[in-house]
């Protein structure tokens, strides 16, 4: 099948004007008659349900929180990027659009990201119309910081909550709409299936994760916002509830899956601990504005970092890309903090982390300036630690963090099924192989308030003679009989083992096989051993209570599943993709020096995966990538 | 280390509940407390009992969804830390810890330590927003702000809405959180113009939820997480009044 990406013609610049200007619309009156759902209330999720209620459709919205502003973009730190060049250095539309597509190492769209920084601008300004407390200069404007992998300054913050603070600027505007009852807003409910009718999304399958009960709802358009995957690592920096389930479901009723393989390591984690571990923790990467990286230069040196003089410090970021420095994109940072461990020099009890000091910065500025810029993140490192990174250096490790691939969405941000769309961290679309820090939250919200409210009446348009969905069709029998099963299926097995054990060792399975580097026998492998799991997981999981109560360890259960499944298609992308670029690292593709190794030759494509039934393997479609404004090259940082 | 944990147990909304015991033989002081309770539920699973359900999802101290009463402490003993981020190292080898939910009428216990905060979203709803549409926002820098005032908003805005102070107050009172909120949009010039219908309509909401009045105690900010200041109150209260007066003036 033949992927057709929706990109407007016409110049870069043009595509988004011209195509709002001709993009179909539905009229006020109409837009009464037409239902959304949209489940996720994240940055991506209360902005589009906020902009669609507003606009006079009416909208249901759906998390498994207890409370909207609790969705997992709330924890984001650092900030967000906008091309509003405040700064006068030099930024601009295209520059953003240019970091954005060589940040992700040339697997992203250029129409889609050019798109995004054209709106990056709105967002700066619809955020502080809202009461978005951003950090301020004393002249009582904006201020900025910069971020990896970047040379301007174009990221705003709030100290290092810059997440909380607009996702509780998108949840007020949502809160408005629950009120005018334009939005109905469901809490505690956590979508297991949606519902396809003659190829159309016309709902979802929910279960009130309160009481166990299983509902239906209808809807002429189902819109996914349900945030990134990277808990099928079991340990990462996402939120204990992130899942799978929502696009995982749609997958398997045939959205095509983009990209699975791409996952963002970031390079500025809390090292892991223990057995016990249950989550690993960021530490923003705007601490490597001020922070140097090191390691000793002699292999296995356990001296503490004060005794180990200036001379015998490799500054290895420093040393190995002199113009970027530690602002190197991440994936490089994590694959040099890696390589560092691997060859003996990881500091630390486990020889597991680098050290990121602040020394120097304390010197040169003094430590309230140090304190004034990351106060909150030294405190929260010495909480988890013990540890007080005035005095002694951090020490860091590279974690799961993000995901890039999710459903394939074409331009109007609709994946192949008709009437299904996906938005924010959950679809593939703009961050090629690698995002740039601070990129998710700007993607999240332009995703939400800007580019949907335009692009989804181009579908629903064709939709006001529907009339109301109903939710008693065969179509919605099947997809409830089909989450009964499953859920009474995974209650009679009655093991031995709990949920997390198997969540544990699929983590296992992925960090070592399909992480930070990855080869052809090891995604062989874990493939082999992804498929152990999960039949060991379906004859010896072990969920104590029943369905129809507030039951954990049943939701655990439901998503640990679809992870599994993932899995193995992350391994099976991974396997195919035989080049390296941002975040995937093939060991067998890497230049003299140890760069990614990309063959653009073979591999500018998007992966889509499309599901083909049980144990059946799927197969790969490509949306091969066009470039017209950009010349790719091999992405230097040195 | 050893511990002797006393735990409020309650199947749902209706049972009574009560508290059990469970020894918890080798914690490791590095590991949080919710990672504490992990190896618990893991232990309970094996032996065939319902783990114990609680709320949590960051473990990172910033989206207010854990809770619990740790001796007797919303959030335990540490100040401005969530229960995500209270480290073993700060318990006692040997120690009995009770572990209670969040407690008020306000917020019902819907099973063992998790408890129904929807009252706080529907205060929120009620006023909790600048009335600004998708897409009519001016150019940001043409409403500059104050530094001093903007870091003030800022500090109101920290509130995650966890319900600690409700649960520390004797009255079981929600001033904290509702004052906070007020007092963000109060000091930014955006938040200005409803400024007066704002105040009534949350405290009103606040009102029919069944929370109580403020007597001063301060223990809504001594066990605040985020450490949001008394001073929203006193803010809260002066915003309230100058609407009201207003309002009867009209
Ligand atoms: C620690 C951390 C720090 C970060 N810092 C930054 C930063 O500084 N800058 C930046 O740009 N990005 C940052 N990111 C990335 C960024 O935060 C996320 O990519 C982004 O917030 C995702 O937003 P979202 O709306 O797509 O999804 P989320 O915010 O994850 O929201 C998902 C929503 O979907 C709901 N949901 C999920 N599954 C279901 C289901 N089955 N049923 C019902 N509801 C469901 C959830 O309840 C939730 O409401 C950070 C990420 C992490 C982990
Ligand atoms: S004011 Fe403090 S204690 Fe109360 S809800 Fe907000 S953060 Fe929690
Ligand atoms: S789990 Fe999020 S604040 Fe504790």
Known sequence: MALDSKIPSGPLDKKWSQYKSSVKLVNPANKKKIDIIVIGTGLAGASAAASLGELGYKVKVFCFQDSARRAHSIAAQGGINAAKNYRNDGDSVYRLFYDTIKGGDYRSREGNVHRLAEVSVNIIDQCVAQGVPFAREYSGLLDNRSFGGVQVSRTFYARGQTGQQLLLGAYSALNRQVKEKAVELFTRHEMVEVVIENGKARGVIVRDLVTGEIQRHAAHAVVLATGGYGNVFFLSTNAMGCNTTAIWKAHKKGAFFGNPCFTQIHPTCIPVHGEYQSKLTLMSESLRNDGRVWVSKSKGDKRKPQDIPEEERDYYLERKYPSFGNLVPRDIASRAAKEACDDGRGVGESGMAVYLDFADAIKKYGKDTISSRYGNLFEMYDKITGEDPYKTPMMIYPAVHYTMGGLWVDYNLMTNVPGMYATGECNFSDHGANRLGASALMQGLADGYFVLPYTIGDYLSGEILTGKIKTDSAAFDEAEKNVRAQIDKLMSVKGTKSVDFYHRKLGKVMWDKCGMARNAKGLTEAIEEIKKIRTEFWSDVKIPGTANELNPELEKAIRVADFIELGELMCRDALHREESCGGHFRSEFQTPDGEALRNDDQFAYVGAWEYKGENQPQELHKEELVFESVHLTQRSYK | ?250
């Open chain 2, 1 to 250: 280390m050893k511990l002797t944990l006393k735990i409020w147990r309650q199947k749902n909304k209706s049972d009574k509940g009560g508290f059990e015991t469970y020894q918890l033989n080798n914690v490791d002081t590095h590991a949080s407390f919710l990672e504490m309770m992990d190896v618990l539920n893991e232990q309970l699973i094996e032996e065939n009992k319902i783990p114990v359900a609680f709320d949590h999802d960051c473990r990172e101290g910033i989206c207010g969804a854990c809770s619990m009463v740790i001796n007797g402490r919303p959030h335990g003993p540490l100040k401005g830390t969530t229960t995500c981020q209270l480290h073993m190292r700060h318990f006692n080898d040997g120690e009995t810890v009770t572990i209670e939910p969040f407690r008020a009428n306000a917020f019902p216990v819907l099973k063992d330590l998790v408890v129904d905060r929807t009252s706080f979203e529907r205060i929120q709803q009620a006023g909790g927003y600048i009335s600004i549409g998708t897409g009519s926002a001016p150019e940001a820098n043409n409403i500059p702000v104050n530094k001093v005032d903007a870091d003030k908003a800022f500090d109101a805005a920290q509130c995650i809405g966890c319900g600690a102070c409700v649960a520390a107050c004797k009255n079981g009172s929600a001033m904290l959180f509702v004052g906070a909120k007020v007092s963000q949009y109060a000091l930014l010039p955006q938040g200005h113009p409803e400024r007066m219908e704002r105040v009534l309509n949350m405290v009103a909401q606040m009102d029919e939820e069944g929370f109580g009045g403020c007597t001063n105690t301060g223990a809504c900010e001594a066990e605040c997480p985020k450490e949001i200041s008394v001073a929203n109150i006193m803010r809260l209260n002066r915003e309230y009044i100058s609407a009201k007066l207003s309002v009867e003036r009209e």
